[in-house]
């Protein structure tokens, strides 16, 4: 291994920070948990009878589809994109999803699902991702689970909560408040005082989870993250596989990335999805955000690329806070397209499929 860089988090209680082990990332308490929440359906050899799934996360830029698609060579893999934008069709350039050649190199799911004006919720997902799951199972081929959408991943993992109905009273309160004081910031310190672990995930920006997330908070009386997890994955035994590289180098590719999204013609492909679909909800996401300043006339594309790589490296850090709460990674550090990750996440794979016989 590379020098002691792989490492195996326990889950620990809520709310605790369980680190990746990177100091550049912060560092939480470490420890080893012999079984993960999603892994206990009977004693131990019952557990390593069950079908595997792999889940690899980290932060954007970090690899995830490299390795994915390494690992789907090598283990009769099917990949099951866990990312809230690459659902859309026609949102290409500003996902970084897997090109087309690289979609060819293994059977991919849950990419192109529904047009942009289209709702889609963590709940879809969830639903969308298990029906794949079962599906890759019955050809006995290793389900692959990649992306950097926390709320998706935990929706598949753990289940939604029952929440309760939309109320729009409520609703239009909120929006009205938030018009009043000028910006989403009044309703994110709202959340923070009903829900601070919940508010900890969504960022202060948006507006349509912040309202959904203090709805659910007033009318049930209690907060949204002491509700969640009520239908976990049963079935399967998770390995969860985290990419953790070094900050600077991650920054530097994600700086990368940004510009080539716009050099390939981002601002562009904005310009026929607001053509097709108008200014929905899908379009303010990183990227498409800048790139609609630009078909605007609000600021040069030098600006958006400037601002888009600001926005990434942002997200990058949320995703972090976000994953460093996953139960049982096991933590590489580096890149998913450097072969000493490949190694050691090929290495992880062989190991828990040995236990179990497959």
Known sequence: MRGGSFRRDGGGGKGRDQGPGNREWG????????????????????TNKLPLVVILLGPTGSGKTALSLGLAERFDGEIVSCDSVAVYRGMELGTARPTREEQARAPHHLIDVTDPDKPFTAGDYSRLARESLQEIKVREHLPIVTGGTG?????????????????????ARLRSKAQKHGNAAWLHRLLKRLDAETAARIHANDTPKLIRAIEVCVAARRPMSDLMGRDPLTGFRLLRVGLNPPRAALYERINARCAAMFAAGLVE??????????????????????????????????????????????????????????????WIQGFGDEAETVREATGLVERTRTRSGE
């Open 27 to 46: 560092r939480g308490n470490q420890g080893t948990r012999k079984q993960g929440p999603h892994s206990v359906n009977g004693n131990a050899d019952e």
């Open 151 to 171: 709320l998706y991943l935990r929706a598949l993992t753990d289940g939604l909560f029952a929440g309760p109905a939309r109320q729009e009273s409520i609703r």
């Open 269 to 330: 492909e904005t310009r026929g999805l607001l053509a097709r679909y108008g200014p929905v909800q899908a379009l303010d996401s990183l990227g498409y955000r800048q790139a609609r300043g630009v078909v605007d006339g609000i600021i040069s594309e030098a600006d958006a690329v400037k601002a888009a790589q600001q926005g990434h490296r942002n997200y990058a850090k949320r995703q972090m806070t976000w994953f460093r709460r996953e139960p049982d990674v096991c």
